[in-house]
């Protein structure tokens, strides 16, 4: 059995094509903390103490003190993604701010110091989101710009 030289070329085309759009190893771990922290199309205002105790999102550099406020993007993944690419507007240092408004449900801790005894307000709002983003991929979201 014989093996057309395009089909040979159509495969390493292929595998190129993949490994030039997959997402590097270095930023899947970040991306995936990313994604559980502040990836949220179905959370709602009323959610925060469930999901956040469900995620188990903590401070930074903590192992299990209370964040202080964390955002919910009620978005799909892909539809985040684009703001580090085309639907979004570099502000320097890899932030990106979105050319489009997002519905978001931002949790602010109302009492308590350590999981599980962290209660939450959650309030809805729609505004612009600021992302930083390493080669095209959220890897954190800018909770200090409010007004963006």
Known sequence: MEIHPSAVILLLLLAASFTAYGQPDD???RYQKFLNQHLGPHVNDHACDREIRNRDITAPGTANGCKEVNTFIQANKNDIKVVCGKGGTPQGNNLFKSN???PLVTCKLQSGQ???NCKYRGNKS???IVLGCDRGWPVHYEEGIINA
């Open 126 to 128: 729609t505004r612009y």
């Open 114 to 116: 350590r999981h599980p």
């Open 100 to 102: 489009q408004r997002f």
């Open 27 to 29: 930023i899947k771990p």
